[in-house]
């Protein structure tokens, strides 16, 4: 299986991966998500076999294949921009890797067609790459990838290039496809969405570095950082010090509030940031764990409603309910303790 | 990981390449520069004509920018036809303004000469209205008749230049200014002129480059009393036997070149042309008003006259006999070029310099294509390398012709070696002036090629052998037929380089069309326009092809992610 080992990497002097190791299971589907331009597209190449390294090993099956040629490694990269052969067509395309295997011509035939009826692109076979649609593309590229079975698939952002509407429909396929095959994907993507459905498992690349990794549901509800819990969208941020650390209390400017049990201790008087996300609030029904706002503004979402709140002292926030409140209006907010992310306020960072 | 090993093919990948500049260009420019010193040690400062080499020079830079400036001033308007109106018999004149540019000099000077030489049609026309004994119009050897020639010979590459960056001058912005109250005038001087000047200057940098080296056309159009840098360095080697100041010279026409190409290059300008100006319809218009409808007229009466009229006279002069029974048509002039008269300077029927021209040009761009091909290939191996190697294959980017005649000559074409190298002389010099013609193609080409292409050919199993066979290969033959046909078209008229290598027995065309011209009698003008009228078909043909290579380019059709239906 994939081991990777300490990997460092330099680009144009600046460090753009930094100490990378994980290993990953027989058939387990790996998501990293980070923002773009954090190096996760030169991980997939490097593991490709496609970049030099400053240091690390790439190993499979225990074996150093960190000088192997990218050509022998038989690990399968999708592209974000399909990188389809444009002088092919798309049969072409497709049996491009069996090609080079030097298969018998019958073999590659019935492959190709296997292939392309997996990803239901068999009336497209004669047609050129290019009068193709991008969701098209996309199929075309994954039936390419997948036709030389390769020992390890990666995708860098499959669906990145698509529009909504069809990214969400072809993610329900390549789901559908990537079950079938039984073997580990690396897949790539800026997009948490896209992470959650695909992911056994998360590695978030931030800054060179993987600062956190887990099921899906463990990352996105205990983020270890700060940094992570925005990234996720929890825009929410109330700071103040720690009163009591068992159970964790914090004075805020604006009440007391009590957390749920977190990643890390806190002393007391230690100064730190709460965060709220959007589903942690309703309506209170007593006194406890409660922030007194203003409806400032309501925005219909189809599931619910964003609404817009303001604190006594001026803070803004934004939660999601169920039903709408009257605009102006003031309500009193319940939060639900175990919702609550904590982390040590970083200087520098206002609220 | 493995590309950056060196191992004994990626050496020799690079050692052909430069092992082939340095037996062919430096060896021969290091043959001039020694001949030169040699001399200069002996006698110093003052053993030589420095009069000459005044005046030659002086001659060469003035004549160079009159020409210039006189090209500019027809081809500014005529860019500006092409890249603002639409109107009939455009598709016409852009393909009759495409063509002079790849013409050999022999042919454009031939053509001149069937119009308005002594014997040219204009003169013969004259002297049969008004009874005359003599050609009114003595225009042959005169400046006149090289500046003429000149602005024939690189309106085009104005037009070119100039014309693809005017089409890119979006209307809006001009029409922008105009609403905003600047007159016609200002949104010229303020909007348009900034927008177009470095097209402006790359046009005329070029042109004084091709102005500051041409050779053929001086010495067929201009006559004994002028000589420029290059024609005195063929004069003093042929006539005068005088090495050492044409080495001389040769040293400060190479000086000058590299200086021009350097500016050139440094400004980050390309010495390319771009193949022809496609029109960006939404800047088009039909002329409306009565100045726009006059201007479109002229003008294109003008371009006719100034680029088609010449070789209309060419092949009039190569298809129509005069005798006793008047004139006719006839292919009298084509059939005789199969004879081998006694009377012929050759030893052999003229049309053989057809297929001598053939066999060199085809041997000239595949030397060229396949040198091209390997430094294409070597330079982006390494970044520091291909960095030397791109400054070497500057410098015969900014050597004459001539220059590339006289040192080959000079190293190769006397003594003891000569025998053995002569036959290769030739196809070895076009192939050096054409390299960097083939090379300004192979290379963005191949820099197009998106990496992540190539990357998934590696993934899917495709060694690096296999990536160039299969993906890159098929991508770029487009443009590397292209630059072979480039490549032939500048080997088939290549006159400069040739006039110092050819042999009596083995002429190539031009160097035919050059000694027939120079001859008497109506038979040998009539053959040397016939000569030239094929030269002037295969170079048209070429384009052609050229020109249809060009269509469904690969660039045209690159993956764009179309939105779904």
Known sequence: MLEIRNIHKYYEKQLLLDDISFTLGADE????????????????????GLEELESGQVLWDGQDITHEPAHLRRFGLMFQDYALFPHMNVRENVAFGLRMQRLPDDEIHRRTDEALALVNMNAFAKRRVTDLSGGEQQRVALARALVPHPRLLMLDEPLGALDRALREQLSEDLRAVLQQMDIPVIYVTHDQEEAFTFGDRLF????????????????????????????????????????????????????????????????????????????????????????????????????GYMIDFQLAHGQEMTFFFNESLPRGGQVRLALQPHSILCFPKIEGQGT | MQSKRWNAGRLALWLLPLGFLLAFYFFPLGKIAALSLSKWRQNGLTGWDWGLVGRTAGFTFYQAVLSTLLTLVVGMPAAYLFSRFRFRGKGFLRVASTLPFILPTVVVAAAFNALIGPHGWLNQGLMA?????????????????????????????????????????????????????????????????????????????????????????????????????????????????????????????????????????GTGR???????????????????????????????FFLVFLLVMPLIALVGQALIVSDQNGWHLSLQYFRQLFVNSRQ????????????????????????????????????????????????????????????????????????????????????????????????????????????????????????????????????????????????????????????????????????????????????????????????LAVCALSMFLVDRLQLPGWSDNTRKVQPDA
């Not at chain 2, 010495?271 to 007229?297: D, T, W, Y």
């Open chain 2, 129 to 265: 209205a008004f009874q005359l004994a003599q050609p009114p119009i003595v225009i042959q050897n005169s400046l006149a008749a090289i500046l003429l020639a000149h602005v024939f010979y690189n309106t085009s590459i104005v037009i070119r230049v100039v014309s693809t960056a005017w089409e890119g001058v979006d209307l809006r912005l001009e029409n922008a200014a105009r609403t905003l109250g600047a007159s016609p005038a200002r949104v010229f001087r303020q909007v348009t002129l900034p927008l177009i000047r470095p097209a402006l200057i790359s046009a005329f940098l070029l042109v004084f480059l091709f102005d500051f080296t041409s050779f053929g056309v001086i010495l067929m159009l201009g006559g004994p009393q002028f000589s420029t840098l290059e024609v005195e360095i063929y004069i003093q080697t042929m006539q005068f036997l005088n090495l050492p100041l044409a080495g001389l010279l040769s040293l400060i026409q190479l000086v000058f070149c590299m200086g021009i190409t350097a500016l050139i290059i």
């Open chain 1, 29 to 48: 589907t790996v998501c990293l998500l980070g923002p773009s331009g954090g190096g996760k597209s030169t991980l997939l190449r490097i593991i490709a």
């Open chain 2, 344 to 535: 012929s300077i050759f030893y052999v029927p003229p049309i053989d310099a057809l297929r001598n021209s053939l066999l060199y040009a085809l041997t000239a761009s595949s030397l060229a294509l396949g040198l091209g091909m390997l430094l294409a290939i070597a330079t982006r191996a390494s970044r520091i390398l291909s960095r030397v190697l791109n400054w070497l294959v500057l410098l015969p980017l900014g050597t004459s012709a001539v220059t590339f005649g006289l040192g080959l000559y000079l190293a190769f074409g006397t003594g003891r070696t000569a025998l053995r190298w002569y036959p290769l002389l030739i196809p070895l010099a076009h192939a050096l002036i054409a390299l960097p013609f083939v090379l300004n193609l192979i290379e963005p080409a191949l820099n197009a090629i998106p990496a992540n292409l190539k990357w998934a050919a590696r993934t899917l199993g495709a060694s690096p052998r296999a990536v160039w066979r299969r993906v890159e290969l098929p991508i770029i033959w487009r443009s590397a037929l292209t630059a072979f046909v480039y490549a032939f078209a500048i080997s088939l008229g290549e006159f400069g380089a040739t006039s110092f290598l050819t042999r009596p027995d083995i002429p190539t065309l031009p160097i035919a069309v050059y000694r027939y011209l120079n001859l008497p009698g109506s038979l040998n003008y009539g053959q040397a326009m016939a000569m030239s009228v094929i030269l």
């Open chain 1, 204 to 303: 978030i690349l931030h800054e060179g570095r993987i600062i956190q990794s887990g099921s899906p549901d463990q990352v996105y509800n205990h983020p270890d950082s700060l940094w992570l819990a925005a990234f996720f969208g929890h825009k929410n941020r109330l700071d103040g010090h720690v009163v009591e650390s068992e159970p964790l209390r914090v004075r805020t400017a604006d009440g007391l509030l009590e957390c749920g049990p977190q990643s890390q201790e806190y002393q007391k008087g230690q100064i730190v940031t709460v965060v709220l996300p959007l589903d942690a609030a309703s309506l209170a029904a007593d006194e406890k764990n409660t922030l007194d706002a203003w409806v400032k503004d309501i925005r219909f979402q189809g599931m």
């Open chain 2, 270 to 300: 390309s010495l390319s042309v771009p193949v022809m100006p496609r029109g960006n319809q939404e800047n088009l218009r039909k002329p409306k008003k009565a100045p726009e409808k006059l201007f479109v007229f002229i003008m294109s």
